[in-house]
C-alpha cells in the first residue's frame, strides 16, 4: 500500500511539474508574442482589397500597415478596415504623407479617438516615408523644404533633424503620445534624432543586408529606439521581390538581429493581393511557425557586441563608395575610400554581431561594446 501510494505521488509530482513547465513556457511564448510584430503592407486602394489580404495573412501575422495614402484620406474606408483588422486578431499601423488641419480636418480627431477605440491593436502612424533616403538623392526629404547656407556636415544635419522633428504633423503625434514609424535606406541615426521612434530598416536591391542592419540596430540601440526591417523590392519590374526562399532568409536574418518588427512591402498590384505569390505566403507561414517553435535553436538571437564609429554628422548614404553625403552634390570625399573598406572588412570579421553608429557625444557607446573601432583606424 505504501509503495502505491509512493508511486501516485511521485505521478502526482511528474504531472505537476510538467503543467508548470507548460504554464512557464506558455506564458514565456505569449510575453514573446507581444514583443515581436510580422506583418505585411497595404497599398491598394479600397477596403474589398484590405479584407482579401486580411483574410489570407491572419493566420500567421499580427501586424497590418495601412499603407495607402486614398485610405488615409478616406474616414469612412480607414476605420472599416481598422475595424476588420482588429476583429481578425491584428495590431495595425496607419501610414499618413501627413497630418492635415485643413484638407482633411477629421485626422486629428481621429488620432483623439483611436486608442480608445482600438486600444493597444492601434500600435501608431507611419509618417512620411524614406526621409533620409530621399534627403541624400533628391537633396530634400521633403519638396517644401528649403536649404539656405548650408556649408557643412553639422549644419546639414541640423536642419534635417530640426525640418522634421518641427513639422505640424511629428508635433501632432508627439503631444498625443502617438508612437511614430517610418521605413528608410539611409540616415537611419538622424531619422531617430528627428523624432522617430521606430524605423524599419528597408531590406532589397543589392545593398547588404548585415550592413543595413548594423546601421538600424546601432542608431536604435544607441539612442534607447525600437527598430525593424521590411522586406522590399530587388527589382525595378514585376516580380519585384525576391522569390519566396529568399525573402524566408531576409526574415530570419532580421529575426535573428533582433529586429521587433517585420513586415513585407506589397505594392503596386500585379495580382488580387497586391506583388505577393503564393509563394511569399508560403514563406511568411513558415516563417510564423519558426517564431513559434520551442525549443527556437535554429533562431538564436544575435546581438551587436562590436562598434564600428562614423564621424559625427557624417551623412553618407553608404550602399556604394561613391554615394552622396547629405547631397546629391556632396561626397564622397576624402574619408570615405578608408570608411568603405573599413567598414566592409568588419561587417566581412563580424557579420550580425557588427553595429555602425556615429560618434556623438551626448550617447555613451564605449560601454555598450566588447569592441570599438573608429573611422580613422586602419583595420588589418
Known amino acids: 500500500m505504501k509503495l502505491m501510494w509512493l508511486f501516485l505521488s511521485v505521478i502526482l509530482l511528474i504531472s505537476l511539474f510538467s503543467t508548470i513547465i507548460y504554464i512557464h513556457y506558455s506564458f514565456e511564448q505569449k510575453e514573446s508574442e507581444k514583443k515581436f510584430f510580422f506583418g505585411v503592407s497595404f497599398g491598394l486602394n479600397t477596403t474589398t482589397e484590405a479584407r482579401l489580404l486580411i483574410d489570407k495573412v491572419k493566420g500567421y501575422t499580427n501586424l497590418f500597415i495601412i499603407n495607402s495614402w486614398e485610405i488615409s484620406t478616406n474616414e469612412t474606408a480607414l476605420n472599416e478596415i481598422c475595424d476588420y483588422a482588429v476583429d481578425a486578431k491584428m495590431n495595425f499601423i496607419v501610414f499618413f504623407d501627413y497630418l492635415s488641419h485643413i484638407a482633411y480636418p477629421w485626422h486629428l480627431r481621429w488620432l483623439e479617438t483611436a486608442t480608445e477605440r482600438w486600444k493597444n491593436h492601434f500600435m501608431g502612424v507611419y509618417l512620411y516615408d524614406e526621409p533620409g533616403g530621399r534627403q541624400i538623392d533628391l537633396g530634400r526629404w521633403d519638396e517644401g523644404i528649403i536649404y539656405k547656407n548650408i556649408s557643412d556636415y553639422s549644419k546639414a544635419a541640423d536642419f534635417f533633424v530640426t525640418s522634421i522633428s518641427a513639422t505640424w504633423s511629428m508635433q501632432d503625434l508627439k503631444n498625443r503620445n502617438i508612437q511614430v514609424f517610418t521605413s528608410d535606406y539611409a540616415l537611419y541615426w538622424f531619422d531617430y534624432l528627428a523624432g522617430y521612434d521606430t524605423v524599419f530598416v528597408e531590406l532589397g536591391w543589392n545593398h547588404s543586408r548585415i550592413q543595413q542592419i548594423a546601421l538600424g540596430r546601432g542608431a536604435a540601440t544607441l539612442q534607447d529606439k525600437e ?95 561613391n554615394d552622396n553625403i547629405w547631397f546629391p552634390e556632396w561626397g564622397p570625399d576624402d574619408l570615405s575610400l578608408q570608411i568603405w573598406n573599413s567598414m566592409n572588412k568588419l561587417v566581412d570579421m563580424y557579420d550580425l554581431r557588427l553595429d555602425i553608429i556615429y560618434n556623438d557625444t551626448r550617447f555613451d557607446f564605449e560601454e555598450k561594446y566588447s569592441s570599438v573601432y573608429f573611422w580613422n583606424e586602419i583595420i588589418d
Open 227 to 321: 527598430w525593424g526591417a521590411i522586406i522590399t523590392w530587388t527589382y525595378q519590374n514585376t516580380p519585384y521581390l525576391e522569390n519566396g526562399t529568399k525573402i524566408l532568409e531576409d526574415m530570419i536574418t532580421a529575426y535573428r538581429a533582433g529586429a521587433k518588427y517585420i513586415i513585407i512591402f506589397n505594392y503596386p498590384q500585379t495580382n488580387p493581393y497586391g506583388i505577393l505569390e503564393e509563394e511569399h505566403f508560403n514563406a511568411m507561414a513558415t516563417f510564423w511557425n519558426m517564431t513559434r517553435s520551442f525549443p527556437q535553436n535554429s533562431l538564436e538571437k544575435i546581438e551587436g557586441e562590436v562598434a564600428f564609429v562614423l564621424p559625427k554628422d557624417y551623412g553618407w548614404g553608404l550602399r556604394r563608395s
